[in-house]
């Protein structure tokens, strides 16, 4: 039965309704970020504008209050949802490497030392964005030249093009599908702090002028006022200062990713548009649809015959003749072939000279100890001496022409 992408997805990612929605491996802390957002909702809703409703002179006006409050919170989490439940921008993984990119390289050094030309692919290359060259990288996960601005999130195993950030909060990537509306959810959060904040404030404000108190006696009336006075506050450092860094990098047009990597270098920023034109183009542009059809049947791999071997690397020597190695392999072999050989005659003599008047009778012995591929001597007698003598003659080819005589008393 043929499966589906979401099945075989070789990411981190976790799909739920049939590949309908995506999130990230860590799709569990978007529960505690829901929780961290609508606690605080509910006991601001319970114990400060539910008391709040009547304080002012129209008494219907004291519900506004409240209902600014939930639209605010359900708007906070609508921008959660689309930003941790949608594609960020992933970049279909290859089956294949680039075969148009390979290239020999000739600096692949062999255990012998030799240089063998192997097929290599270029770690970068240059293409044009705006007219300007731009250096992208090659991505051994998944096997392609990432587009410009496009980086690989070691948490999900993607690709995704205009990496932003992988954030925990919302258990998802942020790329080029879901920044704006990252941007929206935390400074909606921002703006949710600082309206329940406000209102807690005035409540306590509300609350000594009726009871004619101090501070401190309003404070005890409404604990609850306090507690989300103290974490509004902290919240605040957080999302508001994400809200500010956030609307710096989209005026000049950068990536969390970008600023933290590059900031150290002086190069020009050929993505800047100046910026009003870096609004426009997160705010204003339409978003790209998803490059993946996770509910789509997923292709089988088609196994692609080899590459062509490496060229056959030739050597040339001083008077510019061309031999092949293996040439100049079997050549160095037939000289040591033919060392040992002489090493072993010089063996056989010292044997002979160890054992006196011991001759050889079978010159098959000789032969096993020097082995198949060499000619035995010849043994011929001589007048050499008062007595007989034998005489072992050397194979002509070899290059020594002197003759070794072994003794044979009668």
């Known amino acids: ?52 409703r009547h304080h002012f002179a129209s008494h219907d006006a004291g519900y506004a209050i409240l209902v600014v409050v939930v639209v605010l919170t359900i708007y906070v989490l609508v921008l959660l949802l689309l930003t941790s439940t949608r594609d960020p921008g992933i970049v279909p993984r290859s089956l294949h490497p680039p075969e148009e990119e390979f290239r020999y390289d000739s600096s692949v050094v062999e255990s012998g030392g030799r240089q ?15 007219g300007i060259p731009v250096r992208v990288k090659y991505c051994d996960t998944c096997m392609l030249y990432r587009p410009p601005r496009c980086s690989h999130c070691s948490i999900c195993n993607n690709c995704v093009e205009r990496f932003d950030h992988h954030c925990p909060w919302v258990g998802q990537c942020i790329g080029l599908r879901n920044y704006r509306f990252f941007f929206l959810f935390v400074s909606s959060s921002t703006v949710l702090c600082l309206y329940v904040f406000a209102m807690s404030a005035f409540y306590i404000k509300v609350l000594m002028n009726d009871h004619h108190g101090t501070v401190w006696k309003a404070m005890k009336e409404s604990p609850a006022s306090v507690i989300l006075m103290a974490y509004c506050f902290v919240s605040l450092w957080f999302v508001g200062g994400l809200t500010g860094f956030h609307l710096y990098l989209i005026s000049t047009n950068q990536t969390t990713y970008e600023n933290f990597r590059y900031r150290t270098d002086s190069r020009v920023n050929v993505y800047d548009q100046g910026c009003l034109n870096n ?33 056959q690397e030739t050597e040339t020597d001083n008077s510019g003749d061309q031999r092949i190695k293996v040439e100049h392999d079997m050549d160095i072999d037939g000289h040591l072939l033919k060392i040992s050989q002489r090493r072993n005659i010089e063996d056989i003599n010292e044997d002979i000279r160890s054992r006196g008047s011991a001759v050889p009778h079978n010159v098959s012995e000789v032969d096993s100890a020097l082995g198949s591929g060499y000619h035995s001597p010849t043994y011929r007698n001589s007048s050499w001496g008062r007595s007989g003598s034998w005489e072992i003659a050397r194979d002509g080819s070899e290059s020594r022409g002197t003759s070794t005589r072994v003794v044979h008393e009668g």
């Not at 929605?21 to 957002?37: E, K, M, Q, Y």
């Not at 790209?288 to 490496?310: D, G, H, I, L, T």
């Open 1 to 52: 039965m043929a499966q589906r992408v979401y099945e075989v997805w070789k990411g981190n990612n976790k799909f739920i309704f049939g590949g309908q929605l995506i999130f990230g491996p860590d799709a569990r802390s978007l529960l505690v970020t829901i929780l961290l957002i609508t606690v605080p909702a509910v006991i601001f809703c319970v114990f400060v504008a539910w008391h709040l």
């Open 116 to 130: 063998t030309p192997g097929l290599q692919l270029p770690r970068t290359k240059e293409v044009m964005y705006n």
């Open 279 to 311: 609004f426009l183009e997160v705010f204003c542009t339409k978003i790209k649809p998803s490059r993946n059809n996770f509910r789509a049947f997923a292709q089988e791999e088609v196994q692609r015959p080899p590459p062509p071997p490496p060229p």
